[in-house]
């Protein structure tokens, strides 16, 4: 079984920094793309950004130029450096795999606020 898990989240104040990160685990054979989604409350999932088997990379027009993913094909990881946070950044990110009919992790909560 393919496994995702999230840490990094976490409080930090408007203008701050986090860095999250995704560790895959499990049976994984073949390329597939990343991606870091979030879901604010009363809000649908959205996405974040996403990282292609390749290292093409595609941002939320709300987040371009704040955030910044990439991957460590070594580790089998994914990070999500996020800086100059804003309130409305406020949500649980996700971790997502698009491999076979797609994975989840459980999500990590980021709560930016004074």
């Known amino acids: 079984q393919v496994q995702l898990v999230e840490s990094g989240g976490g409080l930090v104040q408007p203008g701050g920094s986090l860095r999250l990160t995704c560790a895959v685990s499990?049976?994984?054979?073949?390329?597939?793309?990343m991606s870091w989604y979030r879901q604010a409350p009363g809000k649908q999932r959205d996405m974040v950004a996403t990282i292609t088997w390749n290292g093409v990379t595609n941002y939320a027009d709300s987040v371009k130029g704040r955030f910044t993913i990439s991957r460590d094909y070594g580790k089998s990881t994914m990070s999500l450096q996020m800086n100059s946070l804003k309130p409305e950044d406020t949500a649980v990110y996700y971790c997502y795999a698009a491999l076979l009919s797609g994975y989840w992790g459980r999500g990590t909560q980021v709560t930016v606020s004074a």
């Open positions: 499990g049976r994984i054979q073949g390329a597939y793309a």
